[in-house]
């Protein structure tokens, strides 16, 4: 059975609602939109240049006034801020990335399942805790510091 199929299975049996979009980066992309401790949007993908890793991640969507900011950086102080992002992301254990999309300035806060025995129902729903716990620190570090 491919991963696909079990993710869809764990989620139907815990009762959450999900919908697949197409994608051309990942062999799949189920998205949830209320998920984990949080109730954030949560992703579940499995990367095609990484067949049998499954990465949960979810995106954290900066708010207008924080993005006019960044718009208005230099160089030196984009920088800066990536690398602050960076350190708190690594000091909460996600592996993180800045993304533009549909927009929005937005990063996402990840965790990556690599070993076949994480790849089971307790460990998608360990992940996705603790992506929804990345999402809310996230977002509170964004807000304090910037």
Same mark, same amino acid.
């Given at each position: 059975?491919?991963?696909?199929? *079990?993710?869809?299975?764990?989620?139907?049996?815990?009762?959450?609602? +999900?919908?697949?979009?197409?994608?051309?980066?990942?062999?799949?992309?189920?998205?949830?939109?209320?998920?984990?401790?949080?109730?954030?949007?949560?992703?579940? +993908?499995?990367?095609?240049?990484?067949?049998?890793?499954?990465?949960?991640? *979810?995106?954290?969507?900066?708010?207008?006034?924080?993005?006019?900011?960044?718009?208005?950086?230099?160089?030196?102080?984009?920088?800066?801020?990536?690398?602050?992002?960076?350190?708190?992301?690594?000091?909460?254990?996600?592996?993180?990335?800045?993304?533009?999309? !549909?927009?929005?300035?937005?990063?996402?806060?990840?965790?990556?399942? !690599?070993?076949?025995?994480?790849?089971?129902?307790?460990?998608?729903? !360990?992940?996705?805790?603790?992506? *929804?716990?990345?999402?809310?620190? #996230?977002?509170? +570090?964004?807000?304090? #510091?910037?």
């Amino acid at each position: 059975m491919n991963h696909r199929d *079990s993710v869809e299975r764990w989620l139907i049996h815990e009762g959450l609602k +999900f919908s697949e979009e197409k994608s051309d980066d990942n062999s799949f992309l189920i998205k949830i939109n209320h998920a984990g401790e949080n109730g954030v949007p949560i992703e579940i +993908f499995e990367p095609k240049s990484q067949p049998g890793v499954l990465v949960v991640g *979810s995106k954290v969507i900066m708010k207008n006034n924080q993005i006019s900011r960044l718009l208005g950086f230099s160089k030196d102080e984009k920088e800066k801020f990536d690398k602050k992002v960076g350190e708190f992301c690594y000091s909460i254990q996600a592996i993180h990335k800045m993304i533009t999309e !549909d927009g929005k300035q937005k990063i996402g806060v990840y965790v990556v399942l !690599d070993k076949p025995e994480k790849i089971n129902q307790p460990g998608i729903f !360990d992940a996705i805790n603790q992506v *929804s716990e990345m999402n809310e620190k #996230t977002s509170r +570090f964004l807000l304090k #510091t910037f």
